[in-house]
């Protein structure tokens, strides 16, 4: 399963980073894809880190303030969120792509397994 942690209340201009981690099976091989869901509206797609080399996508929302990066040895996939706004809280999602490629990131369809979510709020 993944599990995701690290959401909670950041201010306006924080940062904070979310953990993706996987048990039961290793993420090396996968492309990870994070999503966020906010009150109301559809889940949409975040970022995602390529299976092979690492290659990463975002957002227009998010580029240049987010982060995706991956940790084999510890199995686990991370995004650092800095310089935060209101609209970045959501609920955040990772979830796996077997196929190892971000090609089609965005669309929810590309991925099998997915995490629980953890909150990300920000205010002040």
């Known amino acids: 399963k993944l599990v995701e942690s690290g959401g909670g209340l950041a201010e306006p201009g924080g940062s904070l980073r979310l953990s993706c981690a996987a048990s039961?099976?290793?993420?090396?091989?996968?492309?990870i894809g994070w999503f966020r869901q906010a009150p109301g509206k559809e889940r949409q797609a975040v970022s995602c880190i390529s299976a092979w080399d690492d290659r990463t996508y975002y957002s227009d929302s998010v580029k240049g303030r987010f982060t995706t990066s991956r940790d084999n040895a510890k199995n686990t996939v991370y995004l650092q969120m800095n310089s935060l706004k209101h609209e970045d809280t959501a609920v955040y999602y990772c979830a796996t792509d077997r196929r190892g490629s971000c090609k089609w990131y965005y669309l929810k369809t590309q991925y099998e397994r997915w995490g629980q979510g953890t909150q990300v709020t920000v205010s002040s």
């Open positions: 039961g099976f290793t993420l090396d091989g996968y492309a």
